[in-house]
C-alpha cells in the first residue's frame, strides 16, 4: 500500500516514499524519510566537502561549449571535449615510462 504524501522538511516540498524503501526502512526498524529526495541528497553531497558547482567553457581545440566540474580560471590544463580528450588520450601514453629514482644510502 503506497505512503501518503509527506511534506519535506526543509523546502515544504511533496513526495511519496516507494513500497520498497518503505519495507526497508521497516525492516531496519528505521524512521521515514522527513526531507525531499533532492534535499536528501544534497545532505549527502554536503558531507563530502566542499558543495560542487559545474561551469561553462569551451574545448580548447575545437572551441566546442562544454560544462565543467573545476573552475577553468583556476586551471593550467588545457580543457578538452570527450572527443578531443579521447583523440589526444588515443595518441599519448599515460603510462609513466621514466625510471624510478635510486634509493639513496
Known amino acids: ?4 504524501a509527506i511534506t519535506c522538511a526543509k523546502c515544504g516540498k ?3 516514499v ?13 524512521p521515514l524519510p522527513t526531507e525531499c529526495p533532492t534535499d536528501r541528497q544534497i545532505r549527502r553531497l554536503m558531507l563530502r566537502g566542499n558543495e560542487r558547482a559545474l561551469y561553462k ?5 575545437c572551441g566546442k561549449e562544454i560544462i ?16 578531443d580528450y579521447d583523440k589526444w588520450l588515443s595518441e599519448n601514453s599515460t603510462v609513466i615510462t621514466d625510471p624510478l629514482p635510486q634509493e639513496q644510502k
Do not use: A, H
Open 68 to 83: 565543467v566540474s573545476y573552475d577553468p580560471s583556476k586551471v593550467q590544463n588545457k580543457i578538452l571535449c570527450k572527443e
Open 14 to 16: 511533496q513526495f511519496k
Open 18 to 30: 516507494i513500497e520498497q524503501e518503505e519495507k526497508f526502512l521497516r525492516d531496519k526498524n528505521l
Open 1 to 4: 500500500m503506497p505512503t501518503e
Open 57 to 61: 567553457t569551451k574545448c580548447q581545440e
